[in-house]
C-alpha cells in the first residue's frame, strides 16, 4: 500500500508520517507539501504514485483540488486534522498520527 502525507511546507508532519509508516511492512510512503516554499513539493508524480492521500487539514484537500481536480477523481483523501502545533518526530505527532491514520487503514500491531 503506498501512503502519501501531505501537509503545508513538508517541514514536520507530512515528513514525521512518512518516517513513522515507512517502519510497517507492505507500507510504502512519500511526503510532500502544498505550499510553494515546500521542502518537497507535491507533484502529478506523487499523486498518481499514491493509493491514499492523507493530507494534515482542510486547506490542504482544498489546495490539492485546485491543482491537480481532475488527476484526484480516483483518489481516496482523506483529512487527518492535525494542526501545525507539532516538530518533527514529536511523540505526541507520532501517536495522533498513529490514531488518525488507524482510523483508515489497518495497521496491525502497533510499532
Known sequence: MRLLFVCGRNRWRSPTAEAVFARYEGIETQSAGVSEDADTPISTEAIE???????????????????????????????????????????????????????????????
Open 49 to 111: 504514485w499514491a493509493d491514499i492521500i492523507f493530507v494534515m487539514e482542510p486547506i490542504h484537500k482544498d489546495k490539492l483540488a485546485k491543482a491537480f481536480g481532475p488527476l484526484l477523481r480516483s483518489k481516496r483523501i482523506s483529512v487527518l486534522g492535525i494542526p501545525d502545533d507539532y516538530r518533527f518526530m514529536q511523540p505526541e505527532l507520532i501517536a495522533l498520527l498513529k490514531e488518525r491514520v488507524g482510523r483508515f487503514i489497518d495497521l496491525g500491531s502497533d510499532r
